[in-house]
């Protein structure tokens, strides 16, 4: 039972959810997972929220002499929930860091 377990803490499923998605009864998954906890208590799960944790995506800069479609020279931010944000090259840095933040 313990590969469960550990299946269960590479998912982002609650344990009610992944059991019923496994179809394992809760009271025995839990009781499974408390045996787990003792034989490897520094073991922890990762927390879902490990996944918004703010940092830094790479940025690709080409080096290419075309024009760009439009007259005033722009790029592209795009968040992690598929949200792009196009900017002017001439933005003001304070305005830059307050999207780049949000």
């Known amino acids: 039972m ?3 377990i550990e299946s269960w803490q590479k998912s982002c499923l609650s ?3 992944f059991c019923e ?3 394992y009864r809760i009271s025995t998954f839990q009781y499974w997972l408390r045996k787990y906890r003792k034989e490897f208590p520094n073991i922890k799960r990762e ?3 490990s996944k918004l944790v ?3 995506l790479p940025i690709e800069v080409s080096n290419t002499t075309e024009k760009p479609l439009y007259n005033d020279e722009s790029f592209d931010i795009y968040y992690p929930n598929g ?3 196009s900017c002017s090259t001439s933005i003001n840095t304070e305005a830059l ?3 780049i933040n949000l």
């Open 54 to 56: 703010k940092e830094f």
């Open 83 to 85: 949200v792009r944000l």
């Open 2 to 4: 313990f590969p469960v």
């Open 21 to 23: 998605e496994n179809e």
């Open 47 to 49: 927390n879902k929220s």
């Open 97 to 99: 860091r307050t999207l």
């Open 15 to 17: 344990q009610g959810k």
